[in-house]
């Protein structure tokens, strides 16, 4: 093990070393032969910056391979230096996006044939097809994440190192010391690229970056210990991130009449920092995104069934969270004609994408309790009655849910504990109806164990998808609904109402973020899913912790004097007051008709 250890270790420490050596002499030289990227209006960096880190980590890997793997994977060393000089002229020269992308291709087709990749279906034309398309995509992906300061780097870093660990365990130690070589000469670079960055790699790194890995990872034996599972599901999941990053942005930038060769600040990155996020947190949850990947991808070989949920779990996450970046104040979809045309049948989509949310958790939900009745390991008759049982319990959610309307009225954005007790009657009729079919009318074998762990799966996981959306708001920043954070004072049912007509219609523009109280008995209470604090504990306090910027009092919540003592807290405080009144008066048009008379 220390041998193997040493083995990869080295090369590694040895190619970052050199790596960080050429940057730091390119961050010197670059400026005197004016070989930097220019500040512009659809980029994200704000002053004039080397784009040149592309050409130390291709020197560093060059120096490294020649040294550590002479002769290994040949054809993918001179298709990793073709990619590698094509981006070098496009830095220089700017090519055309036609132009990028023919030459893309003729280097790819040349490398998939020459380098023997090991074929996913038994039809040669195919296989060529996929390789070519899964090559040209990756690399392209990898050329679009590079667009704030590390976060290139840092996702190149993370896959190739999870590739190492994974090829060596299970022995692998040649392919795992090319991962290895690739990781340390990024992380070299990522020494200067890291924010503020001193230097970009530029098109000649990422397009590097995103070709190399790619096809390493075609030809790894890691991706075809299982035909479909392997060669398709693994590579999906080590690169989600880069592919859901230019999902993101191709299919807005289409719906918006866009090219998606077209710089813009409009990737998930961007959005991130616009909603309060800074450069480097938003880099370090695309980081995590793209850690999560890599960890679905390696449960494949040792955990098959629950990788597939995992999976699941994770693709709902990304969905969700692509409508979270993709609805953003700072980025309208009224812009975008395909979307401004369906804005009248907003509520018909939600309640069809709550639904078609709430399926996949039931489903999954099922599944994992099955896989956990049976540690991991189903006998083959299980999962023929899995394959029946999945589409009756989802089907019985169904009629459940129309039959239930109310489950549909939850809002995501605002999601809170009341609106999970509304999901445990369905749930719960939802998993005895199902059970009642299935072994009533279908005759399977449920095991009460698989009932009881599916019932309590079901309300977390539905649970846990629908509240996505309001987990992304609060932990992702404070500004992302671009209005007012409101504290509402009180804890009646008065307030309690006012909550519910913030949340309806926003009539306010504002976001209810707390509840306020004089009482300390109600301190740490829970309404509707948000939180009472006490104004016993310091108005200054509060507003520290929880960023609200106006507090909203309704009428007749209080005496006279408590709204006047509210008052004067927001004036010392230098908070927004606000009042609301909420009484029912009748229109006295018998007087006032009489008074006209």
């Known amino acids: 093990m220390h041998d193997a250890i040493h083995f990869v270790l ?14 730091y002499i390119l961050i010197r030289v670059s400026p005197l032969l004016n070989l930097n990227a220019q500040p512009r209006s659809n980029r994200w960096h704000v002053r004039t910056t080397p784009n040149t880190g592309g050409i130390a980590v291709f020197g560093a890997c060059a120096v490294s391979y020649l040294f550590f793997t002479p002769a290994r994977y040949v054809p993918i060393a001179f298709g990793a230096l073709g990619m590698w000089l094509l981006g070098v002229i496009d830095d220089r020269t700017q090519l055309r996006p036609s132009q990028k992308i023919i030459s893309q291709a003729v280097i790819v087709l040349v490398t998939v044939l020459a380098s023997g990749i090991r074929p996913l279906t038994p039809w040669s034309l195919v296989n060529l097809l996929i390789g070519t398309v899964w090559i040209l995509g990756v690399t392209n992906a990898f050329n679009l994440i590079d667009n704030m300061d590390g ?4 996702v190149t870093i993370i896959i190739a190192v999870s590739q190492c ?23 070299g670079f990522l020494v200067f690229n890291y924010n503020p960055a001193r230097i970009f790699m530029g098109d ?5 970056a995103g070709f190399s890995l790619s096809v390493l990872t075609l030809v790894s034996p890691l991706a075809h210990n299982r035909l479909v599972a392997g060669g398709v599901f693994y590579p999906l999941m080590l690169f989600a991130y880069p592919l859901f990053d230019t999902a993101l942005v191709s299919v807005l930038r289409r719906l918006g009449g866009r090219p998606i060769s077209e710089g813009g600040r409009d990737h998930s990155s961007h959005r991130l920092v616009s909603i309060g996020l800074d450069e480097r947190h938003a880099t370090f949850f695309l980081w995590g ?36 970046l993709a609805t953003l104040p700072n980025y309208p979809l009224e812009l975008i004609p395909g979307i401004a045309c369906l804005s009248k049948w907003q509520p018909r989509i939600s309640a069809g994408l709550t639904l078609l949310v709430d399926c996949c958790g039931v489903g999954l939900a099922l599944f994992l309790a099955d896989i956990s009745r049976y540690d991991g390991h189903l006998p083959a008759s299980r999962f023929y009655q899995l394959s029946i049982a999945i589409p009756v319990t989802v089907l019985c959610y169904v009629v459940v849910a129309v039959t239930g309307r109310k489950i549909w009225r939850v809002s995501w954005t605002y999601f809170g504990l009341a ?25 399977l074998t449920i095991p009460r164990g698989v009932v009881i762990i599916f019932a309590f799966l079901g309300i977390v996981l539905v649970a846990g998808m629908r509240s996505s959306l309001r987990i992304f708001r609060e932990l992702l920043g404070p500004n992302v609904d671009n209005s007012r954070r409101i504290a509402i004072f009180g804890t009646d049912a008065l307030a309690a109402s006012v909550l519910h007509l913030l949340r309806m219609t926003r009539f306010t523009s504002g976001v209810p973020v707390m509840f306020l109280s004089d009482d300390e008995a109600c301190k740490d209470k829970i309404i509707a899913g948000v939180r009472v604090y006490s104004i016993r504990d310091g108005i200054e306090h509060l507003q520290s912790q929880q960023r609200f910027s106006a507090i909203l009092y309704p009428e007749g919540s209080g005496t006279v004097q408590m709204k006047d003592v509210v008052r004067q ?29």
Not at 291 to 313: K, Q
Not at 569 to 597: G, K, N, W
């Open 10 to 23: 080295v090369p590694a420490t040895l190619t970052g070393v050199v790596s960080a050596v050429f940057t």
């Open 569 to 597: 807290m927001c004036r010392t405080a230098q908070l927004e007051f606000l009042s609301v009144d909420l009484q029912v008066r009748p229109e006295e048009i018998h007087d006032r008709m009489q008074s006209i008379v």
């Open 204 to 208: 000649s790194g990422s397009m590097f």
């Open 289 to 324: 995104l793209t850690l999560s990947g890599a960890i679905v991808g390696f449960l494949v070989s040792s955990m098959p069934l629950y990788a597939i949920a995992a999976a699941v779990v994770l693709i709902v996450f990304a969905t969700v969270l692509a409508i979270f």
């Open 151 to 154: 976060l290139c780097a840092g």
């Open 165 to 187: 660990l994974v090829l060596g365990l299970s022995g692998s130690f040649s392919d795992a010391r090319i991962f290895a070589i690739v990781a340390g000469a990024f992380c």
């Open 419 to 443: 609106d999970i007790l509304l999901l445990f009657r369905p749930l719960f009729v939802t998993t005895a109806l199902s059970f009642f079919v299935l072994t009533e009318f279908l005759h």
